[in-house]
């Protein structure tokens, strides 16, 4: 099994997990140039596949400009309105803040 669908298998059965709840996601992807075809087609999925069991925000941490593209065309895909330079944090600890911030405020 590659990567991405490992990745994926992983966030389908998180997500079995918090369904009937809300919750945030959180990637630290600092590593991360791109994805291909593939890998991109299956990060559009585990991101659809989150939205529909309660996955309310999301946060990054994310310096490629070509990751930054390529998740900015996923989440417009799915009709995520909320622009993605307001989900990019340059660390953990701010991402997750941000989260903690969202889910508090619902």
């Known amino acids: 099994m590659?990567?991405?669908k490992k990745y994926t298998k992983d966030v389908l059965e998180a997500c079995e997990s918090f369904s009937n709840n809300q919750w945030g996601y959180f990637a630290n992807a600092m590593d991360f140039d791109a994805s291909t075809f593939d890998a991109n087609t299956n990060m559009s999925d585990s991101y659809r596949h989150c939205m529909k069991n309660g996955c309310v925000v999301d946060a990054y941490c994310i310096s490629s400009p070509v990751a930054i593209h390529q998740l900015?065309?996923?989440r417009l895909e799915l009709k995520v309105t909320s622009p993605i330079e307001?989900?990019?944090?340059g660390s953990r600890k701010?991402?997750?803040s941000f989260i903690n911030n969202y889910l508090d405020s619902l």
């Open 86 to 89: 307001e989900r990019l944090f």
């Open 72 to 74: 900015n065309k996923i």
């Open 94 to 96: 701010d991402a997750c």
């Open 2 to 4: 590659n990567l991405s």
